[in-house]
């Protein structure tokens, strides 16, 4: 059986990233039968040329004809836009992707050395502020904006369920949940709860030790090297990825994956980079990385291998710094690098 990826640039760098992804997967997927590869549209652009963020067909593709999928970045824009709601948040919904994982490894100076920055943050992808639900109403005292916040048991489970197989299957076995139900203690408290109520069912996770924290001090405890795995709430989880990204130096080279339980899509953390667009100077390494993950997820572990390596030696070497990480390299040369590899 072949492999069908659906590849989704969408906006900004996403169009010159996920071609070095590609190449990737072309160059060092030997164990992965045949890659098929299925170009899709969605983002900004095809909402102000067709009218729609994220067209039907995309969906279908995705729905019917592939396994997997790559997503680039979306520009959506700060203000209201009528008729726009971002596609990569529709998408985890539609494909129920309800669990981000974003691993944020340093390189080591050597292959045999540990990593000085070794976590996962494993957002939880479907709800909490992301589910839009907002309204402005005229009050007493002029504008007033209401947002819901959607928490509940079954989704908090199930991404606690992740979290735990995450860090049972790691050295460590460490978990963090982070909240901040010392002031929202209804919703937060339910996540909490929620996560920490897995443990007790499932006797293979007592070899888990867990923790809790607040989300603002976790952002700044993420400075030291404490955490293994941390579970959070969508928002936070977005917030401390971000942050966690400073830590290995760019937001260019950390990678995530959308999954669910019977789909998954790889894309990078970062957003379409409307600062750097268009000069050829985006760093591939989180969409690299991002295929990477997507295919270990499937269970190709050597093609995963493989395309780690790669990337993990070049860096270490200095070679193919792009200017995020202080270099001049740009983002074709790691074609190149990546079929020289093959
Ligand atoms: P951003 O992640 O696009 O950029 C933040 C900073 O990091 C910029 O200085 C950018 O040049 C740099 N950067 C990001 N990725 C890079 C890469 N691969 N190589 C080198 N430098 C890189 O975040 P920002 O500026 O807050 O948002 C820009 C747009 O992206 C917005 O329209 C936003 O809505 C969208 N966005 C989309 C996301 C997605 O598609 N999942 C996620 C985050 C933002
Ligand atoms: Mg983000």
């Known amino acids: ?31 992965i039968p045949t890659p098929k590869f299925v170009d899709l549209i969605a983002g900004f652009e095809t909402f102000t040329r067709t009218g729609v963020a994220l067209p039907e067909e995309t969906v279908e593709v995705l729905k019917n004809d592939c396994d997997c999928a790559l997503f680039g970045s979306v520009s959506s824009p700060s203000r209201k836009v009528v008729g726009y709601s971002s596609p990569i948040v529709a998408l985890r919904k539609i494909l129920d992707l309800y669990a981000n994982i974003r691993p944020v490894v340093s390189v080591s100076p050597s ?11 494993v957002r939880e992808n479907t709800e909490c502020l992301y589910v839009k639900q907002e309204q402005q109403t005229f009050g007493e005292h002029g504008k007033e904006a209401r947002a819901t916040r959607l928490i509940t048991e079954r989704a908090s489970t199930r991404i606690g369920k992740m979290a735990f197989e995450l860090a ?61 795995v941390m579970v959070a709430p969508n928002l936070y989880g977005d917030i401390l990825s971000d942050a966690a990204a400073a830590l290995v130096g760019s937001l260019g080279v950390v990678p995530s994956v959308n999954a669910g339980d019977t789909f998954v899509m790889g894309e990078p953390v970062h957003g379409s980079a409307p600062d750097i667009f268009g000069q050829g100077i985006a760093n591939p390494v989180a969409s690299i990385r991002s295929a990477a993950l997507m295919l270990r997820h499937l269970g190709y572990t050597e093609a995963a291998h493989r395309i780690d390596n790669a990337v993990d030696s070049v860096l270490r070497e200095g070679q193919l710094l792009t ?10 040369e790691y074609h190149i690098s990546l079929q020289k590899n093959s």
């Open 168 to 228: 049972l299957a790691r050295p460590r076995r460490h978990l963090t949940v982070i909240h901040k139900s010392n002031v929202l203690s209804v919703t937060d408290g339910l996540f909490r709860e929620s996560v920490r109520a897995v443990q007790t069912k499932d006797p293979r996770f007592e070899a888990v030790t867990v923790a809790e924290q607040l989300v603002d001090s976790a952002v700044y405890r993420q400075y030291f090297p404490i955490y293994d």
């Open 323 to 332: 200017p995020d990480l202080g270099g001049t390299a740009k983002t074709q």
């Open 1 to 31: 059986k072949s492999l069908t990826i659906g590849l989704i640039p969408a906006d900004g760098i996403g169009k010159e990233v996920i071609p070095a992804a590609r190449t990737a997967i072309e160059a060092l997927g030997s164990d």
């Open 111 to 121: 292959p045999d050395e540990p990593s000085k920055v070794d976590m996962i943050v």
